[in-house]
């Protein structure tokens, strides 16, 4: 059973930073990419950034120039440093992997709890 643990949630005022962090509870055999979603009341789910296992990033508009992903693939881990945040970032963040358990696993998706961003005007 793969679980996505994540971390680094909480409350901050606009200006401020916060780093998620997100691991695999075991070992995944391939990565296709990893990333990280949100989800704000009474709105859809929606991208905030992706990286591939090749490291290459990709983000939402609205936060180009603010957040910053990253990943260790070694460790199926991924993080999101972000900055200068704003109110309209608050949300309920989840994590996502793309991957095969095992060598001779389809690829599945894998989700986070979620983890609460709130910031503060």
């Known amino acids: 059973q793969v679980q996505l643990v994540e971390s680094g949630g909480g409350l901050v005022q606009a200006g401020g930073s916060l780093r998620l962090s997100c691991a695999a509870s075991?070992?995944?055999?391939?990565?296709?990419?990893m990333g990280w979603y949100r989800q704000a009341p009474g709105k859809q789910r929606e991208l905030v950034a992706v990286?591939?296992?090749?490291?290459?990033?990709n983000y939402a508009d609205s936060v180009k120039g603010r957040f910053t992903i990253s990943s260790d693939n070694a460790k199926s881990a991924v993080y999101l440093q972000m900055n200068s945040l704003k109110p309209e970032d608050t949300a309920v963040y989840y994590c996502?992997?793309?991957?095969?358990?095992?060598?001779?696993?389809?690829?599945?998706?894998?989700w986070g709890q979620g983890t609460q961003v709130t910031v503060s005007s």
């Open positions: 996502h992997l793309l991957g095969q358990r095992g060598r001779f696993s389809t690829y599945e998706n894998y």
């Open positions: 075991v070992s995944i055999f391939t990565i296709d990419r």
């Open positions: 990286i591939t296992s090749g490291g290459v990033p």
